[in-house]
Nanobody, 128 residues
């Protein structure tokens, strides 16, 4: 069982950058790891995912070219670097994990139901 703890959220002006991290209690090797976000009154949406054994990544169209998901397997850490932030990026950001490759490669990487482990979230607020 993996426990996930996010950190690094905060407030930033539009155009700025933030880096959010997710510390896992155990190994994240051979896991599909993802970042999701949920804005007030909206459904949770997948932002980016990575399969930790291959390094293959997936991004939502809304963040492509601005966000980068990465991993540090030695530290059991997942990172989301967010650049050129926009007001519409304001949300609670959640880290998620699912053992195996299926959730990433099946096209389900944006479906929260396909991830079994979740962190508590970290708030990101972008002001204009």
């Amino acid at each position: 069982q993996v426990q996930l703890v996010e950190s690094g959220g905060g407030s930033v002006q539009a155009g700025g950058s933030l880096r959010v991290s997710c510390a896992a209690s155990g190994s994240i090797v051979r896991h599909c790891m993802g970042w999701f976000r949920q804005a007030p009154g909206k459904e949770r949406e997948g932002v980016a995912s990575i399969y930790t054994s291959s390094g293959d990544t997936w991004y939502a169209d809304s963040v492509k070219g601005r966000f980068t998901i990465s991993q540090d397997n030695a530290k059991n850490m997942l990172v989301l670097q967010m650049n050129s932030l926009k007001a519409e990026d304001t949300a609670m950001y959640f880290c998620a994990a699912q053992p195996g490759a299926w959730s990433c490669y099946s096209g389900s990487w944006r479906r929260e139901a396909d991830f079994g482990y979740w962190g508590q979230g970290t708030q990101v607020t972008v002001s204009t």
